[in-house]
């Protein structure tokens, strides 16, 4: 068989394969498969999606992140089943190989919860602070309704919050949305996402 061909066959035999994956993860026929996504509204308005496909059948995860239009894969491995939730093991990047914790339809990495207690109520005032990526901030509530947002490099962002059950909604002075807080417990992490299918 020419050499040519071979080849050939193995290329389509890869984008049929490929295409099936994703047929099952973007809702296709495929069993188990579970997608949590987060949304986040881009610089000009346009709204960037995360997505995490959970594949319970292959133990198999996929994260993507749709930017602008254009879906790019961010990480894959696989994945184990604990109490709380799931232990990913990326194939990529150690960095990623994250615990997950999954509470009804939300899960969040356990390591992204921001240290300081958020109160009951639906205002309050509490000081939680984080690091992202080598980058520390902190986010201060008060009891008006508004928050402040500050980090190590400077950036300051201020605005009002609401609370509605575990989700904190936080609006920017100029009047843009800014990320949400998911409150677990007595803390928050902005880093989570909601069962799409």
Known sequence: MDKRIKIGAGVLLAVFALGL???????????????????????????????????TGTMTYVQEAEIS???????????????????LYSETDDVNSLHFVKNGEYIFPEQYLCEGEIPSGSVFEAVCSYEAQGVKG????????TYEESTADGEVRKGTYEREGDLIHRTQEDGSADLDFYVYGNQITNSFYKKVK
């Open 21 to 55: 994956a994703v047929f099952a993860y973007k809702g296709g026929s495929g069993k188990g498969v579970e997608i949590f996504a987060l949304k986040v509204s881009g610089t000009e308005g346009e709204e960037n999606i995360f997505r995490f496909a959970l594949d």
């Open 69 to 87: 239009g254009q879906t790019f894969t961010l990480d894959s491995g696989s994945f184990s089943v604990d109490e709380k939730g799931f232990q």
């Open 138 to 145: 902190e986010v201060s509530f008060h009891e008006d309704g």
